[in-house]
């Protein structure tokens, strides 16, 4: 893997004045003013609607964008087909939107070449059978310095079809406040950068403050949550917070009727843990190194119809190759991601969310990783070595944070641009050589009709097809 290393540091410089990947996921690019005068969709594509069928039953993921010359909004969200549901859903993206527009309005001209950006994406957890959590994240930015970062996460019950709030679960008496204060400073002094950044008079104001609501308290599978925005409780280097309560002590803190959902959440605490320790990795196979060799990358998957006809297609050619999957994406297509694993492909880590990680804290890269990682092990059974940074966008400190071996590439096939197989090809066969590592991507259907062409040419140019792992 040295000379991998080696390419990839060429890479990163090269990268940084190109951002290949740009716009290859508008609903999670949270940068958009670079490198976009590429792209040549974006002045064709004004505003699109689409809907894909989730992992979990009854769910949806709704994807909304609009692309002018001066937006550039995505906004993805789950639909039920609980009307209560959705409607909550609804109206808190509608008021996100209408907080985002009255900022854009103390500007009536934008800056030139300037765009401004709303992007608003969910994470699901399934706490059990009837409870899901929605996690939301918007970023907004409107020409000032910096964007803003916004989270809210929604409990619903699809059995009793409500929203549920943090209002509703915490048993708010004077006790209780000063019971869930020790909390979270116990927390806080248990958390590298809380303990360091914590405003304790500020949190103790919130926890005081006779309108307060609670509604970022919510159930997670181990216990509760609590999140605080940016600047809310902390000084500004630590992001946005997440406090966690575990089982035995939010057991005081919630109402007896919601108890219930903690119950049935903590079965599998301990499992979990001993499982991540013991995990295996991919299995490298002995490589016959007189041969050439390529590795084949996949990024931005599963996609449940054009990751599975990948397969098939390397199948053909008894072809290995990479995967490098996005967590929120995985949580979907949880099958498809085990499929890729037991026909002998090597899963890749690719973020939750595509964030550009040059823009995020140490903490916020760390929770991007760590739950993708946690992903693909629940789906494959198998604990990923290699991570691509979204965009191909890192540097030597992220690099060196984050515990995995960082793999760029050496041909970009631009497939999210130019939807043409032959022009897919065509960039590969004009620029060809010895371990190269061509970056395409699994969701687009057009990239998989490429495959069977490109897979014949270089076979019939003597190349082995290796995994990333598997290259010197
Ligand atoms: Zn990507």
Redesign the pocket.
């Known amino acids: 893997m040295k000379k991998l290393m080696y390419l990839i540091t060429i890479i990163i410089i090269l990268g940084a004045c190109q951002s290949p990947?740009k716009m290859?996921?508008n609903t999670s690019s949270v940068k958009g003013s670079q490198g976009e005068e590429n792209n040549p969709e974006k002045t064709e594509q004004k505003e699109s609607k689409s809907i894909e069928e989730s992992n979990y039953p009854g769910i949806d993921i709704i994807t909304e964008i609009e692309d002018t010359e001066t937006l550039n909004a995505s906004t993805q969200y789950p639909e039920t087909a609980v009307d209560s549901i959705d409607d909550a859903i609804k109206q808190y993206i509608e008021a996100e939107r209408n907080h985002f527009n009255k900022q854009l309005e103390d500007f009536e001209v934008p800056p030139s070449g300037q765009e401004a950006i709303f992007n608003l994406s969910y994470e699901t957890e399934r706490i059990n059978d009837n409870l899901y959590t929605f996690d939301f994240t918007t970023y907004m930015f409107t020409y000032g310095a910096n964007g803003e970062t916004r989270k809210n996460i929604m409990m619903a019950d699809v059995k009793d079809q409500e929203i549920i709030e943090g209002q509703d679960i915490f048993d708010d008496t004077a006790e209780n406040r000063k019971l869930f204060y020790d909390y979270i400073l116990e927390y806080a002094e248990e958390d590298e950068d809380l303990s360091l950044y914590l405003f304790e008079d500020e949190l103790k104001k919130w926890i005081e403050a006779p309108d307060n609501d609670f509604n970022n308290l919510y159930i997670t599978k181990e216990g509760l949550g609590l999140s605080f925005n940016e600047y809310e409780i902390a000084a500004g280097a630590a992001g946005s917070i997440e406090v966690k309560i575990p089982f035995d002590q939010a057991q005081n803190l919630v109402k007896e009727e919601y108890t219930r959902f903690l119950e049935t959440s903590n079965v599998d605490d301990g499992a979990q843990e001993q499982r991540d320790t013991e995990a295996e990795v991919y299995t490298e196979r002995a490589i016959d190194q007189q041969t050439k060799k390529v590795a084949l990358t996949f990024?931005?998957g599963p996609h449940p119809e054009h990751t599975l006809n990948i397969l098939d297609t390397l199948d053909e050619y008894d072809a290995k190759a990479t995967f490098?999957m996005?967590g929120k994406r995985i949580e979907y297509y949880m099958d498809v991601a085990k499929e890729v694993a037991e026909r002998g492909h090597e899963i890749g880590n690719?973020s939750m969310n595509?964030p550009d990680f040059t823009t995020l804290s140490f903490k916020q890269i760390d929770i991007e990783v760590s739950r993708t990682n946690q992903l693909i092990m629940q789906a494959t059974g198998l604990k990923p070595t290699v991570f691509?940074p979204?965009?191909g966008s890192t540097n030597e400190e992220i690099n060196n944070f984050i515990d995995m071996e960082p793999v760029l590439w050496t041909i970009d096939t631009e497939d999210w641009k130019n939807k043409d197989p032959n022009i897919i090809e065509k960039r590969i066969r004009v620029n060809m050589h010895d371990d190269a590592i061509i970056l395409m991507?699994d969701i687009h259907g057009t990239t998989a009709q490429a495959l069977p062409d490109i897979l014949e040419y270089l076979s019939s140019e003597g190349y082995e097809f290796v995994t990333v792992s598997e290259l010197d």
């Open positions: 990947e290859e996921q990024d931005d490098f996005q690719h595509h691509r979204p965009y991507h």
